[in-house]
């Protein structure tokens, strides 16, 4: 699967984690660089939040991320994790090729 990163599919990164994580949007949005994790995460997300949003990244993606240090990486923002996926999809595209 190829995936462009457009402002659309941030904004649908950003529904979906919110979903899997059952969270509100925080005050004034979530910012594209705003850290997920962390003591400057607005979201106070925790270990197992990372595991629903892999686990729900996997499922409409396809994109495993078995690696913990990959999965916080990924999840460092909703801008890392776009970047992610699209690496992901272009990585998944060249071994079908």
Same mark, same amino acid.
């Given at each position: 699967?190829?995936?462009?990163v457009?402002?659309?599919?941030?904004?649908?990164l950003?529904?979906?984690?919110?979903?899997?994580?059952?969270?509100?949007?925080?005050?004034?949005?979530?910012?594209?660089?705003?850290?997920?994790?962390?003591? *400057?995460? /607005?979201?106070? #997300?925790? %270990?197992?939040?990372? +595991?629903?949003?892999?686990?729900?990244?996997?499922?409409?993606? $396809?994109?495993?991320?078995?690696?913990?240090? *990959?999965? /916080?990486?990924? #999840?460092? %923002?909703?801008?890392? +994790?776009?970047e992610?996926?699209?690496?992901?999809?272009?990585? $998944?595209?060249?071994?079908?090729a």
């Amino acid at each position: 699967m190829s995936i462009t990163v457009t402002p659309e599919f941030i904004a649908s990164l950003k529904a979906m984690v919110l979903e899997a994580v059952e969270k509100g949007e925080p005050p004034g949005g979530l910012g594209d660089d705003e850290p997920l994790f962390g003591p *400057e995460a /607005r979201l106070d #997300l925790d %270990s197992l939040d990372a +595991l629903q949003v892999s686990m729900t990244i996997q499922q409409r993606f $396809g994109v495993r991320m078995p690696d913990s240090k *990959e999965t /916080r990486r990924a #999840l460092t %923002s909703i801008a890392h +994790l776009a970047e992610h996926l699209s690496q992901a999809g272009q990585a $998944g595209q060249a071994g079908k090729a």
